[in-house]
C-alpha cells in the first residue's frame, strides 16, 4: 500500500510520445528513484532512530535519548579507528560530517533539476501551433495499420502541418505589435526551425543538468578526494578500499558534548552508529541511470 501510494504520487512525471528512451531516464526513472530515496530517508531520519550512541553507564534513558537528539542535530565527526581523536577541538570541527540531516532534501532538488528540462520543453514546445506531441501519437496508433485508417491518419496530420506552418508565416510577415516587429527576437516561436532549435537545446539542459547534479553531489558531501564522486566510490569498491579506509558514509562516528553538573561544564565524547548512512550509501552509490549517456 505504501508503495502504491508512493507511485501514484510520481503520476506528474508520466511520459508522452514526443520524447524518446534516454529523455525519461532523465526526467522520470531517476526522480522517481530519487523521491522514493527520499522518502524512505525520511521515514528513518523522522519516524525512527536515525543513528544510535554508546553512552557511559551512568547515562539514564532520558540522558541516552537526549544524547542522541543532540548529536544528530548537532553533527558527528569521523576519526579512523587506528588513530588518536585528536585533542584540538577546531581538528574535531573540520572532520564533521554535516550533510546526513539534509539528505532527504537534497535528494529532492536533485529530482527537481532532473525534471526541469522536460519541464521546459513541455512549456515551449507546443508554442509554434504545431502539437508534436499528438503528431507522434496519431502516427504510431496501431490503427493505422488499415489502409483506410492510415489514409485519414496522414490526411489529418498533413492539413495541421500545413496549418500551423501558414499561422507562423503570417505571424512572421505582420506583426500586429510594434514591439515584435522591431525585436524580432520576440517572434522566434514562429520560426520554422522553432522546435528543432529547441529540441536540440532541450538535449543541452540534459546534459549539462547531469554534469551540474555531479558537481552538486562533491559540494554537498564535502568531499576534495574526488573530483567526479560517484566514480570514486566504484573505484574503491572495485579495489576493495572500505569505509573504514576512505571514510566513504562513515557508518561509526564520535560526538562531543558539553553539559553542565553543579556550575561546571562537562565533555563527553561518545560513539556513534549511524544507522542512517546506510540508506545514504544505497542512495548514492546506486548508479544514476542517466549517467551513462
Known amino acids: 500500500m505504501m508503495l502504491q501510494n508512493m507511485f501514484s504520487a510520481l503520476s506528474f512525471l508520466h511520459y508522452r510520445k ?3 528512451f534516454v529523455d525519461r531516464l532523465s526526467y522520470f526513472y531517476t526522480p522517481s528513484f530519487l523521491i522514493m530515496m527520499a522518502i524512505l530517508v525520511s521515514f528513518k531520519q523522522f519516524g525512527g532512530r536515525p543513528l544510535e550512541c554508546w553512552v557511559p553507564a551512568q547515562f539514564t534513558s532520558s540522558w541516552e535519548a537526549y544524547t542522541e537528539m543532540y548529536c544528530w542535530a548537532q553533527n558527528t565527526y ?4 587506528e588513530q588518536d581523536i585528536p585533542m584540538d577541538i577546531a581538528e574535531r570541527e573540520y572532520r564533521q560530517i554535516s550533510y546526513y540531516q539534509w539528505v ?3 535528494l529532492l532538488i536533485q529530482a527537481f533539476l532532473y525534471y526541469i528540462p522536460c519541464l521546459v520543453w513541455r512549456l ?3 508554442k509554434s501551433g504545431i502539437r508534436l506531441n499528438d503528431i507522434v501519437q496519431m502516427a504510431t496508433e496501431k490503427e493505422n495499420i488499415e489502409p483506410d485508417y492510415r489514409t485519414r491518419t496522414i490526411e489529418s496530420l498533413s ?3 500545413e496549418s500551423a506552418l501558414r499561422y507562423q508565416h503570417a505571424a512572421t510577415s505582420r506583426s500586429q505589435y510594434t514591439l515584435h516587429r522591431v525585436l524580432k527576437c520576440l517572434n522566434i516561436r514562429y520560426y520554422e526551425s522553432y522546435v528543432t532549435g529547441l529540441y536540440l537545446a532541450t538535449k543541452v539542459m540534459y546534459v549539462s543538468n547531469i554534469l551540474t547534479n555531479l558537481i552538486l553531489v562533491n559540494k554537498f558531501l564535502e568531499t ?4 567526479i564522486y560517484g566514480l570514486g566510490v566504484l573505484r574503491d569498491l572495485l579495489f576493495g578500499r572500505s569505509w573504514m ?10 560526538c562531543d558534548f558539553e553539559v553542565r553538573v553543579l556550575g561546571n561544564n562537562q565533555r563527553h565524547s ?6 542512517i548512512q546506510i540508506f545514504n550509501l544505497l542512495v548514492n552509490k546506486s548508479p544514476k541511470i542517466d549517467r551513462i549517456r
Open 224 to 227: 576534495d578526494e574526488y573530483s
Open 124 to 126: 515551449m514546445s507546443d
Open 78 to 81: 569521523w576519526v579512523p579507528i
Open 159 to 161: 492539413r495541421h502541418i
Open 104 to 106: 532527504p532534501f537534497f
Open 245 to 254: 579506509e576512505s571514510g566513504n558514509f562513515p557508518r561509526v562516528t564520535l
Open 18 to 20: 514526443d520524447d524518446d
Open 270 to 275: 561518545v560513539q556513534v552508529n549511524n544507522i
